[in-house]
C-alpha cells in the first residue's frame, strides 16, 4: 500500500468529515490525487481530484456543493472535507495518484500509480 487513507467512520445524515490521504513513500507534489468510492453493489465513481497545481479540482455531480478537495504539500497530505452527508454517500473512499504526466481520468481511476487501502464512510439516516 502506497497511500494512506484514513478519517472514516460513522456519522448521522447531515454531519461532516474529513478525509486524509498521505504518504510517508514519496512526495505528493508531482502527484494529481483523486478520490474514489465504491458503494457495495456498485461500480467504482470518481469522487474528486486535485491537480498538483491546484486549481479547478474535479468533483462528480453527486458531491459538487458539499465535498472540498485540498492539498497541503508541506504535509504531503491531501483532504477531503465531506459536509452535508448523505445516506447515498456510504462507500469505501479510497485516495490514488497519478503521476502528473500521466494520462488520468479523474472519473473512472484510469492511469493512477498508486491507491491506498480505503477508509470505510457510514451516513445513517
Known amino acids: 500500500v502506497q497511500l494512506q487513507a484514513a478519517g472514516g467512520g460513522l456519522v448521522q445524515a447531515g454531519g461532516s468529515l474529513r478525509l486524509s490521504c498521505a504518504t510517508s513513500r514519496f512526495t505528493l507534489d508531482y502527484y494529481a490525487i483523486g478520490w474514489f468510492r465504491q458503494a457495495p453493489g456498485k461500480e467504482r465513481e470518481g469522487v474528486s481530484c486535485?491537480?498538483?497545481?491546484?486549481?479547478?479540482?474535479y468533483y462528480a455531480d453527486s458531491v459538487k456543493g458539499r465535498f472540498t478537495i485540498s492539498r497541503d504539500n508541506a504535509k504531503n497530505t491531501v483532504y477531503l472535507q465531506m459536509s452535508s452527508l448523505k445516506p447515498e454517500d456510504t462507500a469505501v473512499y479510497y485516495c490514488?495518484?497519478?503521476?502528473?504526466?500521466?494520462?488520468?481520468?479523474?472519473?473512472?481511476?484510469?492511469?493512477?500509480?498508486?491507491w491506498g487501502q480505503g477508509t470505510l464512510v457510514t451516513v445513517s439516516s
Open positions: 486535485i491537480s498538483v497545481s491546484g486549481n479547478m479540482p
Open positions: 490514488a495518484a497519478a503521476h502528473v504526466l500521466s494520462d488520468y481520468d479523474p472519473k473512472t481511476g484510469t492511469h493512477y500509480n498508486y
